[in-house]
């Protein structure tokens, strides 16, 4: 069995996660306390009850990242499994460099902070978006997207999520003013998501200096080799990942690519660490490798069957 571990990002957050960990695991508790005095931040009250909260990206980033150290430290602890590879989306990629050896924990959930906040304050007085399109060719949307760029507006796809579903980046109205021209080119439909930051495109550029800078006392090099969202390298030094984690700031997530060249590389299991299971809905219609997503305590109990 080849595993490879990977990790949620941003909206795969809902209120109440976590909790499930933290009363049966005291190292699911234990990280709550220190993430909570790293930041100086309740975080149970933030993962609990302030769903306002949670909803910043400041505090979404931490918080999604802190269920998914919860889920991995647990299994690593009771199961022992290894993974050769990891990967993840967008923040995710983040979650699987750190979490696989390539820093504290301590130091990576106030970097998980910093890059909430330092994307915020790239969009800050900018009205940004972000908008999915759904059942339009790739190729056709990114004409549409080069197309209105050469007019002037700022529209980027940002997260190639799997062939069909595609989510783009940019000017709030500028967004707006494609949607009609992707129904017309074939698209079912396209919806502005509740995203208070434009990911993965050029708006961000102002966000990779302060995050490149606090990438280099933060982070060593990784245990495993982890798949980029930005060009599907293999990295693990501390060196590469400068490169290619401040890059994924304006760079497109090429989530079903990296699925894809996980299966070349002759992965045979995923195991998603996390809330929820946005990753395994995609896997299971990129991929015909079986993903299990570590959620809950009752989910752990489904590792004893591999």
């Not at 500028?174 to 502005?192: F, I, N, P, Y």
């Not at 434009?198 to 490149?212: G, N, V, Y």
Request: proline share 2%; with cysteine.
């Amino acid at each position: 069995m080849k595993y490879a571990f990977i990790y949620p990002g941003q909206g795969s957050q809902t209120k109440g996660m976590g909790r499930d960990f933290v009363e049966n695991f005291s190292i699911a508790k234990m990280l709550l306390e220190e993430a909570s005095d790293s930041l100086k931040q309740d975080m149970a009250k933030i993962l609990y009850e302030d769903e306002e909260k949670l909803n910043e990206t400041q505090y979404t980033q931490p918080a999604i990242f802190l269920v998914s150290a919860m889920a991995h430290k647990i299994v690593e602890k009771e199961y022992g499994i290894k993974a050769e590879i990891a990967f993840g989306h967008s923040l995710g990629e983040v979650s699987a460099y750190c979490l696989n050896g390539g820093a504290n924990f301590g130091d990576s959930i106030y970097l998980t902070h910093k890059r909430g906040q330092f994307m915020a304050e790239a969009c800050k007085n900018k009205n940004v978006g972000m908008m999915v399109c759904l059942g339009l060719a790739t190729n056709v949307l990114e004409d549409i997207c080069i197309k209105a760029q050469k007019e002037g507006k700022q529209v980027w796809a940002a997260n190639y999520n799997m062939e069909g579903q595609v989510v783009l980046a940019g000017i709030k109205e500028d967004l707006e003013s494609v949607s009609d021209t992707l129904k017309e080119a074939g698209a079912k439909r396209t919806l502005l998501l509740k995203m208070s930051v434009a990911s993965h495109c050029p708006l961000l550029q102002d966000s990779i200096p302060p995050f490149k800078a606090l990438l280099e006392t933060s982070i060593n090099d990784s245990n495993i080799e982890i798949i980029s969202n930005a060009n599907l390298s293999l990295y693990k030094t501390k060196e590469e990942a400068l490169q290619n984690l401040t890059q994924q700031l304006i760079k497109p997530v090429l989530y079903h690519q990296c699925v894809s060249k996980a299966k070349e590389l002759g992965v045979t299991q995923f195991i998603e660490f996390g809330n929820g299971s946005v990753l395994a809905g995609l896997n299971n219609k990129i991929s015909d490798i079986p993903t299990i997503s570590i959620n809950s305590v009752q989910s752990i109990q489904g590792l004893g069957s591999l």
